[in-house]
């Protein structure tokens, strides 16, 4: 599967950094036993509730999330979201957290189901193509059917050097088979020599496409990174000019932006620089911001810089999505406090903007 493919697989990881919904739960209100979370729920005086104490409903009275239990081999909490945001950290928080299994798909034409487990067996089960989680929790059968997990299917290439047992149809090793696949479970499969497909137990793609689109920070990046490396006093000898596309396409500022927003959304951020005013420093600090021609509210670049301790803050909304980054390793995109008041108030503006161009 080539990345491209693998992206419209991911139809909800459009971004927006914030979550602007106070009614999030975590993965740690989760982690817990379905009694534990039941009285979570009902304690909570923020949900709705209905249904049998056995099997209870909620619904988030401010983002209308709903919540559900039933019982299958052990007890299932579906939770339906309706903010994509909430959706997409709560499975970030899950990719961070719990133990990732296998994708699983045994149809060609259906959706790839993530499966995670907590160190508790609670069992979180995702696909990126609704915004809906379950978690099943441990219970005695469930425990009798993990350790009969020799019984789970799969598939293998029928070939003299394959060696892959795959949980998934669409797996990308599967597709490289030039003989017949087979429908097998894990121990028939082991039997023949095939071992757990590296592919198919392995999710540290779309953690990372998440966590990008997120606008999160892997601070190992950071690990050989000084921030005192991009002088950017080179952009004060702008100051009254109309040079903002320059200022971003000089090093060290450009490869800097490069590598933070990646090459996409870097050409982006240049191509909407056009309507803009001259560059004014006060205290020190200067705001650039710019848009495209006929297009202010749908793609704009902005440009925050401390000349203090070298520090800049890029935001770019592209339609209904707005990204910001900076080099400042305690800029936060989630905490607002860890923005300069000129450059969150470009941001809450492109937000806003983000959220009437829907
Ligand atoms: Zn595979």
Known sequence: MNPAKFLLLFPFLVFIPFLTIGQEISYYDLNTSSQDLKN???????????????????????????????????VIAIIDFKDKNQYLELVRQIQENA???????????????????????????????????????PSEINNLLDKHSYLQKGFVCISEDAYAFHT???????????????????????????????????????????????????????????????????????ESEYMFQEICETEPLKSDLKRQFGAELYDKFINYIAVQGPLEINNNKALLSSCMAHACGIYMSSLFINFGN??????????????????????????????PDEFAEWTRDALKDANSNK
């Not at 990732?100 to 979180?124: E, W």
């Open 310 to 339: 070298n520090t800049y803050y890029a935001g770019l909304l592209n339609d209904e999505e707005v990204y910001v980054i900076s080099n400042n390793i305690n800029f936060n995109s989630q905490d607002w406090s860890t923005f």
């Open 99 to 137: 133990f990732f299994q296998y994708k699983v798909c045994t149809d060609p034409n259906s959706n790839i189901t993530y499966n995670y487990r907590t160190a508790l067996g609670n069992a979180f089960r995702f696909n990126f193509n609704e915004m809906r989680i379950s978690l099943e929790f």
């Open 40 to 74: 979570f729920f009902l304690s909570s005086n923020e949900y709705f509730s209905g249904g049998t104490d056995d099997l209870p409903y909620f619904q988030g009275k401010i983002d209308n999330k709903y919540i559900k239990f039933y019982n299958s081999t052990g």
């Open 168 to 238: 998934n149809i669409q797996c990308e090793g599967l597709g490289n088979c030039t003989s017949d696949i087979a429908k097998t479970n894990l121990r028939e499969a082991k039997n023949y020599g095939y071992k757990y497909c590296e592919i198919c137990t392995d999710d540290s793609y779309s953690k990372q496409l998440l966590k990008e689109s997120l606008g999160y920070y892997d601070n190992s990046n950071h690990s050989n990174y000084q921030i005192s490396d991009i002088d950017l006093t080179f952009v004060k000898k702008y």
